[in-house]
T-cell receptor, first 117, second 109 residues
Framework: GAVVSQHPSWVICKSGTSVKIECRSL??????MFWYRQFPKQSLMLMAT?????????EQGVEKDKFLINHASLTLSTLTVTSAHPEDSSFYIC?????????????FGPGTRLTVL | GQSLEQPSEVTAVEGAIVQINCTYQ??????LSWYQQHDGGAPTFLSY????GLEETGRFSSFLSRSDSYGYLLLQELQMKDSASYFC??????????FGQGTELSVKP
């Protein structure tokens, strides 16, 4: 199946700093990618849709100025958590549908665990 | 609003069969998927139903009834490694997935 990678797999940062997370589709082109956040023992919450060549669309309640998304190419989307605070500590996961294959399947990256001190 | 309901936890023994139900209330329904997630890991795709009926993939089967806004995941011949969280997820327009709260499955010897 298709592969999606994320980097870094974990990151620890100080409060007030910014952190960039990369999501790459390795063997297919992804015009759309999705970013999710998951707190411990909770479900995955969709944060935003990353669109290649256009602005990301954010779900209700997600601050677009805090979570900057850039879909730089057909295989790369980045999420930057700006001025991170301890409450931003979470598991961030990206996914991409392989529209060229079975479009109903989404491939998830391995996730990035962010800890803000 | 959109909501999905699934049991929070289920316990079963090795070799048994377990069914995890999911009821949903959403707009723009395009299908129902099931994902497995082990502690600390990312979700892995198990099954998808776009139409009513049963889909079988090895030990796992999934069922959908669109008229009842209901689906289930059936796990047969349970193994210890099946202990994980299982999420149903509704496909919305544009490929968005809306996840249920997850069911934690514990498989006992």
């Amino acid at each position: 199946g298709a592969v999606v990678s994320q980097h870094p797999s974990w990151v620890i940062c100080k409060s007030g700093t910014s952190v960039k997370i990369e999501c790459r589709s390795l063997d297919f082109q992804a015009t759309t990618m999705f970013w999710y956040r998951q707190f411990p023992k909770q479900s995955l919450m969709l944060m935003a849709t990353s669109n290649e060549g256009s602005k990301a669309t954010y779900e209700q309640g997600v601050e677009k100025d805090k979570f900057l998304i850039n879909h730089a190419s057909l295989t790369l989307s980045t999420l930057t958590v700006t001025s991170a605070h301890p409450e931003d500590s979470s598991f961030y996961i990206c996914s991409a549908p392989d529209w060229g294959g079975r479009g109903d399947t989404q491939y998830f990256g391995p996730g990035t665990r962010l800890t803000v001190l | 609003g959109q909501s999905l309901e699934q049991p929070s936890e289920v316990t079963a023994v090795e070799g048994a069969i377990v069914q995890i139900n999911c009821t949903y209330q959403t707009s723009g329904f395009y299908g129902l998927s099931w994902y497995q997630q082990h502690d600390g890991g990312a979700p892995t795709f198990l099954s998808y139903n776009g139409l009513d009926g049963l889909e079988e993939t090895g030990r796992f089967s999934s069922f959908l009834s669109r008229s009842d806004s209901y689906g289930y995941l059936l796990l047969q011949e349970l193994q210890m490694k099946d202990s994980a969280s299982y999420f149903c997820a509704v496909h919305n327009q544009g490929g968005k997935l809306i996840f249920g709260q997850g069911t934690e499955l514990s498989v006992k010897p």
